[in-house]
């Protein structure tokens, strides 16, 4: 990734514009076939930007050909700098309002994999209008990794990818940019403190929220039978229980998504929003157990890029109608945010379709 890639992804305050309609075949940003892919992102060096962060997404590339212990040398201290600019409050107005007055686009992000495969992945950016859950902008690519997996540094891996597609939103469409974004992994609920939510919030200035669909077992918490004795409790779509660590430190929430789910989401602040805050939007954004940016999406690229075979997404069929951004409203006009969520992720029924393996995986 280029350096000073993180310049300028925070629109300019009043900033007007109109958005571009979608077409028949989707929003502006799709890609299919070969226009999808992409080469390897450079590292940092002939870039004529500089600054203070403008290493931050490089650093995977970096510790590309280091010995190992240099190599987790280096992330640690990276991890332990930008840490210490994680803010785990409510930063904006929307917010603190129970029904999320004033928010209108969430956003998600997500990395899948082709299973036997540890090169190729699909990094996706999903912009959803809110509480519709309508998409207004999909931006799906095939990329290369060269950073190798290890539990603990997931961020260094697929993080660079992700903020490329936020600034690419940020300089093509800066009306559709959401106002926070849904990741698939964890925040504070992990080794260090500072998992992929965080990372990917610090990097961006935007709030970010960690869900994960399995526990990652740090400081005492593990999926023995006291949790899964817990996940039994939870009857009904909403209900929740905290992950206290060892340490006494609340890390996140295990909330059960979905009336018919049998396995909880694991909810975790990432950047710039309260825990409880987190909690109520990922509610807000299932309709299925899952949240509806991105992770389905991603999968389904791969697919259809691929010719990879696997059960469809969900939904799709809904999704394959064009959706029309809104227009981009002026500084300090708001829209009617409804009740938080939509009439249907109250009654959605349970998933339908037949399961199938799954070619398409993804990291934990």
């Keep these: 990734m280029r350096a000073g890639a993180l310049r300028g992804l925070r629109p300019p305050g009043g900033s007007v514009c109109n958005a571009r309609?979608?077409?028949?075949?989707?929003?502006?940003?799709?890609?299919?076939?070969?226009?999808?892919?992409?080469?390897?992102?450079?590292?940092?060096?002939?870039?004529?930007?500089?600054?203070?962060?403008?290493?931050?997404?490089?650093?995977?590339?970096?510790?590309?050909?280091?010995?190992?212990?240099?190599?987790?040398?280096?992330?640690?201290?990276?991890?332990?700098?930008?840490?210490?600019?994680?803010?785990?409050?409510?930063?904006?107005?929307?917010?603190?309002?129970?029904?999320?007055?004033?928010?209108?686009?969430?956003?998600?992000?997500?990395?899948?994999?082709?299973?036997?495969?540890?090169?190729?992945?699909?990094?996706?950016?999903?912009?959803?209008?809110?509480?519709?859950?309508?998409?207004?902008?999909?931006?799906?690519?095939?990329?290369?990794?060269?950073a190798p997996y290890v539990s603990g540094f997931l961020a260094f891996r697929e993080v660079p990818f992700l903020v490329d597609a936020v600034r690419r939103l940020r300089e093509k469409e800066p009306c559709l940019m959401p106002q926070v974004l849904l990741v698939d992994g964890n925040g504070v609920l992990h080794h260090r403190g500072f998992g992929v939510a965080c990372h990917l919030g610090v990097l961006t200035d935007l709030p970010c929220v960690g869900v994960a669909k399995k526990l990652l077992q740090v400081d005492g918490l593990e999926n023995n039978a006291q949790h899964k004795e817990k996940i039994q409790l939870l009857q009904a779509r909403g209900d929740s229980f905290p992950l206290m660590g060892g340490s006494g430190t609340i890390l996140g929430m295990a909330l059960k998504s979905h009336d018919h789910s049998t396995k909880p989401l694991y909810v975790s602040v990432g950047h710039k929003m309260s825990l409880e805050a987190a909690v109520r939007l990922t509610l807000g954004c299932c309709r299925f157990r899952i949240p509806e940016p991105a992770d389905i999406r991603s999968r389904d690229y791969i697919r259809r890029t691929l010719g990879v075979p696997g059960p469809p997404a969900p939904g799709r069929e809904r999704n394959q109608k064009a959706q029309r951004p809104k227009a981009c409203p002026k500084e300090g006009s708001e829209e009617p945010a409804g009740e938080g969520r939509p009439p249907e992720a109250h009654s959605a029924g349970p998933r339908t379709h037949q399961k199938a393996p799954d070619p398409v995986a993804q990291e934990q």
Excluded: I
């Design 21 to 146: 309609r979608a077409g028949p075949t989707g929003p502006t940003e799709r890609r299919h076939g070969n226009e999808g892919r992409t080469a390897p992102a450079r590292g940092a060096s002939g870039s004529d930007n500089t600054g203070r962060d403008t290493r931050d997404c490089a650093m995977a590339r970096e510790a590309v050909g280091r010995p190992a212990e240099e190599t987790f040398s280096l992330w640690k201290r990276e991890q332990a700098r930008l840490k210490a600019r994680v803010v785990d409050r409510d930063t904006e107005a929307w917010q603190r309002d129970p029904a999320f007055s004033g928010l209108q686009r969430v956003g998600g992000v997500d990395v899948s994999f082709v299973k036997g495969d540890s090169v190729s992945a699909c990094a996706s950016l999903v912009v959803l209008s809110y509480p519709e859950l309508e998409v207004v902008y999909e931006d799906c690519r095939m990329v290369s990794l060269t």
